[in-house]
């Protein structure tokens, strides 16, 4: 699994990095969506991890985000709720690390 992490604040990227890749997880951090990019680096079907302020600073925002067929599950750290789509959740800022790993342990089932 490929996760894309666009994650603004320092702290945070490198907390979510770091428990993802000891879960086993490949992780690539970026600043903007690249899509040749990720298909360089055997990206199909990637999860996007991402905070607020990235989703907003993309062309379109999280709304653009969600219709882009690029990406198997977007999960957005924060608690506005910006757009809804079948493949999109939202985790608080308590505990980011730990519902991300659960939604990627557990197929995404929870909400």
């Known amino acids: 699994m490929l996760v894309i992490l666009m994650v603004r604040e320092a702290s945070l990227r490198s907390m979510l990095a770091a428990r993802l890749a000891l ?40 709304p653009a985000l969600c219709m882009d067929p690029l990406w198997q599950r977007l999960i957005v750290v924060g608690a506005e709720v910006d757009a809804v789509a079948p493949h999109l959740h939202h ?21």
């Open 91 to 111: 985790v608080s800022g308590d505990d980011p690390a730990a519902a991300i790993a659960a939604l990627l342990r557990d197929g995404g089932t929870m909400q």
């Open 23 to 62: 879960s086993g997880i490949d992780v690539v951090s970026m600043e903007r969506v690249d899509p040749a990019r990720i298909a360089r680096l055997g990206g199909v079907a990637p999860v996007l991890v991402a905070d607020l302020s990235a989703t907003r600073e993309q062309p379109g925002g999280l």
